[in-house]
């Protein structure tokens, strides 16, 4: 009986004291045996509050942000990074977050996954040994992991997820200075998706008196993303741009002297145009803009992707040679690479896309093939992705 009331007294007195300390640490999140399972599976809840957020990087403080291996060196495959290093580095959360999953996989060997509190996550895969559990609550640039090794080879393998779905790490991140880039990313469901488009590092007026100056058809001279700065389309659904008012040093015909092979569409539902010279014919940036893909991709070959203003993007595929990297700011009119055949191709030629806000549209749109030069027209874009001719 004294042992009882012994152990009652003990209790009555450390019990407020663990109850005290608990309230003030945070709580641990729990996940789903498929959260905890899966590396790619939706995140509930992310938009409970509407159909879009932004995520503004430019708001995160010194601390807030880490290369997960700040000595590494970052190749793109597709949409991961490789990051080689030395053997026994450490791998290093990005953002602070909550570890979602931290298994052993057979494809990815040891794999971290980090939900983030601004709706992003991000994979740490191919780790010697994982540091952290399930519901661990981590800092920016807290040790997760030690790096791996595979085919001779020492590196990290990662991956920036929204929504389940790999993102371009290039969207966010300088891969050759390791910063990350001061922009807004705003994210928008369609349906199942999540559709990416960069404000930049804008305010909410800013982008109002945009969407005014391009609602009333004021000057847009340039696409290059550096020039064009604001997002209208935070505030309006649609704008004009009126090609004969892009300035000759702000657009390039990609292939000179081409003609076409293949044109957009057709039976095949080809996805842009075909043109063709002569075998390792200099390649031109089309419009100004920042390099997001540039390397082998599927049947595209070698393969280059650059961003321009308002949702654009320009890629051009086959290639001999590529000569510009992710991240670079190129200029209408730059030699990007040379006429090739690679990937699935019969002959050397230039397989030209342009895609609005993430989806294909007639080059033909923008571009009059056979005298090489800008359209005489009116663009009526809109919010939702498409493009209408005037």
């Known amino acids: 009986m004294k042992q009882i009331n012994r152990k009652l007294f003990y209790i009555s ?20 045996t498929a959260e905890q399972q899966q590396i790619n599976i939706a995140t509930p809840g992310l938009f409970r509050k509407g159909p879009s957020f932004t995520i503004d990087l430019s708001q995160l403080s010194k601390n807030g942000y880490s290369f ?22 450490a791998v290093k959360a990005m953002f602070d977050g909550t570890v979602r999953l931290s298994r052993k996989t057979t494809q990815y060997g040891n794999v971290i996954v980090i939900r983030h509190d601004n709706g992003l996550e991000t994979v740490y895969a191919n780790n010697a040994q994982n540091l952290v559990d399930v519901g661990d609550h981590v800092r920016a640039g807290q040790t997760i ?57 804008t305010t909410e007026e800013s982008a109002r008196a945009a969407a005014e100056r391009h609602s009333k058809g004021l000057i847009v001279n340039s696409l290059d993303p550096d020039d064009a700065g604001d997002d209208p389309f935070l505030t309006n659904s649609t704008f004009r741009l009126d090609l004969q008012k892009l300035e000759k040093n702000h657009w390039a015909y990609p292939l000179p002297g081409s003609h076409v092979i ?68 190129v200029k ?32 033909a749109m923008l571009f009059n093939h056979s005298e090489k030069r800008l359209q005489a027209s009116t663009l009526i874009l809109q919010s939702n992705g498409s493009v209408k001719k005037m």
């Not at 007195?13 to 789903?32: D, E, N, W, Y």
């Not at 000595?71 to 080689?84: H, N, P, W, Y």
């Not at 419009?287 to 049947?299: A, E, K, L, Q, T």
């Open 13 to 32: 007195i450390l019990l407020p004291f663990f109850l005290l300390v608990s309230a003030f640490m945070p709580a641990r999140k729990t996940f789903t």
């Open 68 to 89: 997960p291996l700040p000595v590494g060196k970052a190749l793109q495959r597709q949409d991961f990074l490789e990051i080689t290093t030395s053997k026994g580095d």
């Open 145 to 201: 992991a030690i790096v791996g090794e595979r085919n001779d080879r020492i590196y990290c393998l990662f991956s920036i997820m929204i929504n389940g779905s790999r993102i371009n790490p290039a969207m966010l991140l300088e891969l050759r200075s390791h910063q990350l880039r001061q922009e807004t990313l705003i994210c928008k469901r369609t349906g199942r998706n999540v559709r990416l488009s960069v404000s930049g590092n």
């Open 262 to 329: 293949s044109p957009y569409g057709g039976r095949r539902n080809h996805a842009g145009v075909d043109i063709k010279t002569r075998p390792n014919d200099p390649i031109l940036a089309a419009f100004d803009g920042i390099v997001m893909r540039s390397g082998p991709y599927y049947g595209y070959g070698n393969c280059i992707v650059i961003r321009h203003a308002y949702g654009f993007e320009t890629l051009y595929s086959h290639q001999s040679r590529n000569i510009v990297k992710i991240g670079q700011h």
């Open 332 to 363: 209408a009119g730059q030699v990007i690479g040379y006429t090739g055949r690679t990937g699935r191709a019969t002959t050397e030629h230039l397989h030209f896309e342009i895609h609005f806000k993430g989806r294909r549209i007639n080059p």
